[in-house]
């Protein structure tokens, strides 16, 4: 009889989400970022957006990015912007390129409903 392996749950989110967490947050530890993030806040931000069901990187997906590079990923910091959107962006910052058509990254992008956005840890 084969036994099942399963993983231990980490994180209290449902269960799609808690690994989408976790990969996030191993990726900011690997480029050596500050992560500001509950597990709670991080899917509420997400919710709050009314995005999250298409969550990924293909081009017509939406992503989560940071306003300032230099502050941690936070509710504070953090926008939910089509990837589109934030591939025009990263060609603002690249140093190859020489035009600099893209714009850098504001708190109007954010594609969730105004009044569903809130900014602090809670």
């Known amino acids: 009889m084969k036994k099942i392996r399963r993983r231990a749950r980490r994180y209290n989110i449902p269960s799609p989400y808690n690994s989408q967490y976790a ?6 530890r690997y480029r050596r970022e500050e992560w500001a993030f509950t597990p709670e806040t991080w899917l509420r931000h997400w919710q709050n957006s009314g995005v999250l069901e298409h ?7 939406y992503v989560m990015c940071r306003v300032d590079i230099t502050e941690a990923w936070g509710p504070h910091n953090c ?6 959107r934030q591939l025009n962006s990263i ?8 035009n600099k058509k893209g714009k850098p990254v504001t708190f109007e992008d954010d594609v969730t409903p105004k009044h569903m956005i809130n ?4």
């Open 79 to 84: 926008v939910i912007i089509s990837r589109r």
């Open 23 to 28: 990969r996030a947050i191993c990726q900011a």
């Open 91 to 98: 060609l603002s910052r690249s140093p190859r390129n020489k």
């Open 55 to 61: 969550r990924h990187n293909k081009v017509f997906g």
């Open 119 to 122: 900014r602090s840890f809670t």
